[in-house]
């Protein structure tokens, strides 16, 4: 069996769905592949995957309550690869959005299943994850964490001579707690992952991060002021002088 992801994020690194496709790739069996969709020269790339492929992974940001524009030109071209080869794959969606509530990739759902119906290719469902880029947040804590346990663990060694094992025990809650709020990720992905390994259905099932809106909310906001402090100033370069072939033009 062979499954392939589609990382649909146009961000070169660090996306949600990247983070997200690797994450759900742990948990399949057989072959597996992994392949990033920005451009359009990925598409021959993709297509020439998707021809031996069982299954079909796509996974995506929520962009304008839709599909990325980026994307659409692909799945024109991919449903005449489909209809064109006879292929016959099962795709499953993996969607996540900024906002908290994960039902807000409903109508991305819709759009994949209309897309796979068009195709001839067997839709079988898709997980939507609220607050996606609290995934982002949280790795990063758990690498944190571990940097300081490894540093905390150094200190006391030479200072006291001896390896302090209740330091791994406090990592080990520490990532227990931050995992705490990715648990409906977890379970859902790892449910896709196993409709995925059967080669069955999995619905439509959509999640969230599980922190109360109003701390998402503080924590969104205090995190994309500092991504906007390291990219061009709170108003994220508003005020910042524009080179002239930068201009925006306005129609008169
Ligand atoms: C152009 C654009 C449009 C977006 N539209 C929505 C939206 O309609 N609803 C929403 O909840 N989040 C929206 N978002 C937020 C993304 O879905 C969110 O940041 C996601 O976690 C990005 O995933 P990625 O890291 O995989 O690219 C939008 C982001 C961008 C850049």
């Known amino acids: 069996m062979k499954t392939l992801f589609i990382d649909c994020s146009p961000k070169k690194r660090l996306s949600a769905s990247g983070f997200i496709a690797t994450m759900t790739g742990i948990f399949v069996f057989g072959k597996k592949k992994k392949l990033k969709l920005r451009t359009r020269a990925d598409h021959e790339n993709i297509l020439n995957e998707i021809r031996d492929a069982d299954n079909v992974v796509f996974a995506m940001p929520l962009y304008v309550d839709g599909v990325p524009s980026h994307v659409l030109p692909f799945l024109k071209e991919m449903e005449e690869f489909c209809k064109d080869n006879d292929i016959k794959i099962n795709v499953y969606v993996i969607a996540n959005n900024g906002f908290i509530e994960g039902k807000q990739n409903e109508p991305l759902m819709q759009i994949m299943e209309n897309f796979c119906i068009r195709s ?4 079988c469902g ?3 994850i609220g607050g ?18 490894v540093l905390n663990l150094i200190t006391t060694a030479i200072n006291q001579g001896v390896f302090d094992t ?23 992905d790892i449910w896709l992952a196993t409709c995925i390994n059967k080669r069955k259905g999995f619905g439509k099932h959509y999640t969230r991060i599980m922190l109360p809106s ?5 924590a969104a906001d205090i995190f994309f002021t500092i991504i906007s402090l390291f990219k061009g100033g709170v108003f994220r370069g508003w005020f910042s002088r524009k080179k002239p072939g930068e201009q925006i033009c306005v129609q008169e």
Do not use: P
Not at 120 to 123: C, P, S
Not at 132 to 149: D, E, P
Not at 166 to 188: H, M, P, R
Not at 214 to 218: G, K, P, R, T, V
């Open 214 to 218: 109003f701390l998402f909310i503080l």
């Open 166 to 188: 209740g330091v791994a025990v406090g990592f080990a809650k520490d990532v227990a707690e931050i995992l705490v709020l990715g648990c409906g990720i977890i379970i859902f």
């Open 120 to 123: 001839n290719i067997t839709w």
């Open 126 to 128: 898709g997980l939507g």
């Open 132 to 149: 996606g880029v609290m995934m982002n947040v949280m790795r990063i804590m758990i690498v944190v964490v571990f940097a300081l346990t």
